[in-house]
């Protein structure tokens, strides 16, 4: 997948997004130099997330016009549903037939767009629809990929979860696995589970955060962070690998 990603980052004016209704709510996320965390740490965690590109013949990205720095610029577009980009790539083939959607983890396309690429282009991150109303209904006011965590109380600590002895940070791009998740949790804590509060932040927000974030404590929970990708992505993914065999 790296050697895919080389060719991404060259211009990228060829395919470009007609921007409708079905792109709002995306995240545009401006690059910065990885401080926080260290560039290996965020990749790591960045790693076990899928998502989906839309490339054309030549081998580069579907884009979207956004406004950056009061400027309009082509951004690359990424899919967090790949049934959303399969939707985007009918549309993308009227303009060119060879196009199409490719899978890559998410740690692979922040190293080569943003970590590698000297002119840091900015990257607009497609949520999953039915997430994004989720989130929506969590907080009015919500833009962005929606992850949603749990905690003791609206301001008491984060759930963790307990992996070879060590504490994770769960965040989850799907609320019913986030859910699933509680469902065990009441199990075992029944009074505590009551008390329960499901919050929602962008994914976008967590990257600025990682890169950039100077506070200790936060960078003590970033530390902690797991990414679990939706469930139904996943069974998606496996889909397609059972179809092409």
């Known amino acids: 997948m790296r050697q895919l990603f080389a060719s991404l980052l060259r211009p990228l004016p060829l395919l470009t997004a007609l921007v409708s209704g079905s792109l709002l709510g995306g995240g545009l996320v401006m690059p910065s130099p990885a401080e926080a965390l260290g560039e290996e740490a965020i990749v790591d965690k960045l790693e076990q997330v899928p998502v ?3 490339l054309n013949s ?4 579907l884009t979207a016009a956004a406004e950056v720095d009061d400027q309009e610029v082509k951004v690359p577009v990424v899919f967090i549903d790949g049934e959303a980009a399969e939707e985007f790539l009918l549309r ?3 303009e060119d037939p060879s196009a199409q959607v490719a ?3 998410l740690g692979t396309l922040y190293q080569e767009t943003v970590l590698n690429d000297a ?3 900015p990257l607009l991150y497609l949520p999953i629809g039915n997430e994004l109303e989720t989130a929506v209904r969590l907080q009015s006011n919500f833009q962005g990929v929606p992850l949603f965590i749990a905690r ?3 301001d008491g600590p984060y759930l963790t979860i307990n992996q070879d002895g060590q504490a994770s940070l769960p965040m989850f791009f799907s609320r019913n696995d986030l859910q699933t998740l ?3 949790y009441q199990q075992t804590n029944a009074d505590a589970a009551d008390d329960v509060v499901v919050q929602v932040l962008s994914l976008e927000w967590l990257l600025s955060m ?3 974030n100077n506070d200790p404590e936060l960078d003590a929970q970033l530390q902690q962070v797991r990414l679990f990708p939706s469930t139904e992505v996943l069974n998606y993914i496996r889909a397609q690998d059972a179809e092409s065999n």
């Open 52 to 54: 989906f590109v839309i």
């Open 58 to 61: 030549d081998g580069q990205p």
């Open 92 to 94: 993308a083939r009227e």
């Open 103 to 105: 899978l890559v983890d």
């Open 119 to 121: 002119e840091q282009v």
């Open 152 to 154: 003791q109380g609206a």
């Open 182 to 184: 509680l469902d065990r």
């Open 210 to 212: 990682m890169a950039s």
